[in-house]
């Protein structure tokens, strides 16, 4: 399979499983399974939306405000290489999980995550090919996804 279908068949399934994930849940407004309701975990739902809306417009402001058709490696994208792909994976996949408590959103917050990260991936092969050791060394600079990780690393390169 072409690395740009594998990645457009990727995309599609992300997208299906964000629609029977997503925080506004047609699983849980048409009544097709009933979740828990722990009120805490309610809160950490909450607390991944913020962040996912977060790192969402901030990689937003990079790349779409700015214009720049560059190898961005500021802002958070000095933090992790695809703030979009987290921000999507803790906003939808990781947020549901803790928002309604359910078997089922685990699993498809697994498979979700799992696209997103092999689209991540691909993605990164054609930035290789695009901005070639320039990016390779942003690679070995800036975590993937691993936000913890890219924070502590941005300290320590201040210091």
Known sequence: MKQTSKMGFLFFIASILS?????CNPLIIFKVIEP???EVLSYVGWIFIVASITLISLSYYSIFF???NVLIDSGIYAIVRHPMYLGWILGIFVA????????IFVIIGILGIASLYLISRQEEQRNIGRFGDDYKHYMQKVPRMNLVVGIIRQVQRRK
């Open 66 to 68: 700015r214009k720049l």
């Open 96 to 103: 549901t999980i803790f928002l309604y408590q359910h078997w």
């Open 36 to 38: 828990n309701n722990i």
């Open 19 to 23: 629609v029977l994930a997503f925080p």
